[in-house]
């Protein structure tokens, strides 16, 4: 068991048997993300870091994601279609 996971985990309010499993589990990131991190790495946690929330990115310097023209890296498509599909 992680002793410095257990002793964080504990300072942030988690029950100790949610902080001992994920201490255990340690090395296993996967398997503790699904609820047992969850638990405790709220939503109200990262607010108090002050990280944007990701349910709102409404923020005025997002990057939009934009479709250039020219087709792939710039260059316009020679030919037809890449798909054969509906040919006979």
């Not at 991190?37 to 002050?50: E, H, I, K, M, P």
């Not at 250039?68 to 279609?81: K, L």
Request: aromatic share 10%.
């Amino acid at each position: 068991m992680d002793e410095d996971i257990y002793r964080e985990l504990g300072a942030l309010g988690s029950k100790l048997a949610v902080a001992q499993q994920v201490a255990t589990y340690s090395r296993r990131w996967w398997r503790n993300s699904d609820k047992l991190l969850n638990s405790v790495l709220t939503f109200a946690y990262f607010d108090r870091l002050g990280v944007p929330a990701s349910h709102n990115l409404d923020f005025p310097n997002r990057p939009v994601p934009t479709r250039m023209p020219g087709g792939v890296a710039g260059v316009r498509p020679h030919g037809g279609p890449l798909c054969r599909w509906g040919e006979t």
